[in-house]
């Protein structure tokens, strides 16, 4: 079968010609029409009992009646094709009815029943031949319909819905249906007028919708006071709380005078004591005995000798012997 070509079990085939030809579908005939659509295999027991037949005239009479044809079909194994359901009524004037054919799987086990298994279900109606569809096809079918019929219905009463702040949602009423005699001027003023409130009301309904989402939202969101600057892996705040606190401490370093010690006459750290020099004289900070500029010497024991500084012969010159 081709690609685009539809699936079997999508199709209807009849050919009116053929039916002319084997004077009608009944019992004899119905599996020789079968055997001409696209539903029929080559390769099963069907086709190969009917070549046999149109080569061997001893075979002949195996394909003149149905019962017959059978009976030769379930002593094979392979695959096969027979009648599985018959019409309840096949007199004169009853119409053809519907015959059921399966195609399936015969397999021969000795001392045993065969084995049987079925692969598809065909409906002849008339001269019209179905494929039956499978479960899967059918489930898919229906829930596609299902599917189809729910996305048209919940648009539809979506659209019947309507919100207000006050009522919640409410389900408008189906619109009446105007008169012939309502087409007058004043009715039409009316009209107009209240399709402009109507859609005034509603646009405010949908006002009142939008910012109630948008509060639910965003309501718990709140915009920093310090924007971020910068670009993206290079943020920066654009104020801190630096600038705040350095203006701070210089205003107060500004008004606040640094702690002074309090000033003694005495000595070191206003303890009261003075230094002292060698044979016992006192020297204060302001002592006359003392030269501004120039540092104190180092006391020097009593009985210490004292030290003379020897002069150096590098610079001495040598007197010159007489000759």
Avoid: C
């Amino acid at each position: 079968m081709a690609a685009n070509e539809p699936p079997l079990d999508e199709i209807q085939w009849r050919s009116p010609q053929i039916v002319a030809e084997m004077g009608g579908v009944h019992s004899n005939t119905v599996l020789h029409y079968f055997a001409r659509s696209p539903f029929f295999e080559e390769t099963s027991n069907n086709a190969i009992v009917t070549n046999q037949a149109f080569n061997n005239a001893s075979m002949y009479h195996l394909i003149q009646t149905r019962e017959a044809f059978e009976g030769r079909l379930r002593t094979m194994a392979g695959l096969e094709y027979l009648v599985a359901q018959e019409p309840a009524e096949m007199g004169p004037g009853m119409g053809t009815g519907v015959w059921v054919i399966r195609k399936q799987t015969r397999k021969k086990r000795p001392g045993v029943e065969d084995e049987i298994t079925v692969h598809n279900t065909y409906f002849v109606v008339g001269d019209n031949i179905y494929q039956a569809p499978t479960l899967a096809d059918i489930l898919v079918s229906r829930v596609n319909t299902i599917t189809e019929a729910m996305s048209k219905v919940l648009p539809a009463a979506d659209s019947a819905r309507t919100w207000t702040p006050s009522l919640g949602n409410v389900y408008r009423q189906s619109p009446t249906i105007n008169r012939p005699d309502d087409n007058t001027p004043e009715t039409t003023a009316k009209t107009t007028t209240k399709s402009k409130d109507t859609s005034l009301d509603a646009e405010l309904q949908r006002l009142a919708e939008e910012s109630f989402f948008r509060h639910l939202k965003h309501g718990s969101d709140y915009i920093d006071e310090k924007p971020i600057t910068g670009q993206p892996g290079n943020f920066h705040i654009a104020s801190s709380g630096r600038k705040e606190k350095a203006s701070f401490t210089s205003n107060a370093s500004s008004t606040t005078k640094p702690l002074a010690l309090p000033k003694t006459e005495g000595g070191i750290g206003g303890l009261g004591l003075t230094a002292t020099q060698p044979g016992g004289a006192a020297s204060g900070k302001n002592g006359k005995d003392k030269k501004e500029g120039k540092t104190e010497k180092s006391p020097r024991p009593g009985n210490a000798p004292k030290l003379k500084r020897k002069k150096s012969k590098a610079g001495a010159t040598p007197t010159p012997t007489p000759t």
